[in-house]
């Protein structure tokens, strides 16, 4: 599986230092791609794992197994202004992580600085999550057609 690590240009330390941590194994498109480039690279995508972003609403609305990270609390207030239940994306094939508690002094969402909160969500329950969105992409459409090459991602 080819691994493309896009962001923003305000992203572009993250994401290196993310790229650095791989081997080198990822493309690293941080902070070069236009707009419509990132829609064209979204849209050939088998799969889409990011932030609550705009790519990562893109790559809901084309389709495209979406797993999305909040830095909201699941059982937060659903009318704060980043809830997931207000603005996650849009699709047949989105699922959303959040952590299942927030870490002081945040409430309904992380508002720290660096977003800390988000670090309570666990490996596992990122491979959890993508593991299911993937069954589910597999019987709406399956992999030899829809997603050749990750039929037997486990």
Same mark, same amino acid.
């Given at each position: 599986?080819?691994?493309?690590?896009?962001?923003?240009?305000?992203?572009?330390?993250?994401?290196?230092?993310?790229?650095?941590?791989?081997?080198?194994?990822?493309?690293?498109?941080?902070?070069?791609?236009?707009?419509?480039?990132?829609?064209?690279?979204?849209?050939?995508?088998?799969?889409?794992?990011?932030?609550?972003?705009?790519?990562?609403?893109?790559?809901?609305?084309?389709?495209?197994?979406?797993? @999305? $990270?909040?830095?909201?609390?699941?059982?937060? /207030?659903?009318? #704060? +202004?980043?809830?997931?239940?207000?603005?996650?994306?849009?699709?047949?094939?989105?699922?959303?992580?959040?952590?299942?508690?927030?870490?002081?002094?945040?409430?309904?969402?992380?508002?720290?600085?660096?977003?800390?909160?988000?670090?309570?969500?666990?490996?596992?329950?990122?491979?959890? @999550? $993508?593991?299911?969105?993937?069954?589910?992409? /597999?019987?709406? #459409? +399956?992999?030899?057609?829809?997603?050749?090459?990750?039929?037997?991602?486990?």
């Amino acid at each position: 599986m080819n691994i493309i690590l896009l962001s923003g240009r305000e992203d572009v330390d993250v994401t290196e230092s993310l790229h650095s941590l791989t081997g080198k194994s990822t493309i690293l498109v941080a902070g070069i791609t236009t707009f419509v480039e990132s829609i064209a690279l979204i849209a050939h995508a088998n799969l889409f794992l990011g932030n609550d972003s705009g790519p990562a609403h893109i790559a809901g609305a084309l389709g495209i197994p979406t797993l @999305t $990270l909040f830095v909201a609390n699941k059982d937060g /207030n659903p009318d #704060h +202004p980043s809830s997931p239940t207000r603005i996650h994306p849009i699709g047949p094939l989105v699922e959303l992580c959040m952590p299942s508690e927030l870490m002081g002094p945040c409430t309904d969402c992380c508002n720290a600085p660096d977003a800390h909160c988000i670090k309570n969500i666990t490996v596992d329950q990122v491979l959890e @999550t $993508l593991h299911a969105l993937l069954e589910r992409a /597999n019987t709406i #459409h +399956p992999f030899p057609k829809r997603f050749p090459g990750i039929a037997n991602v486990r």
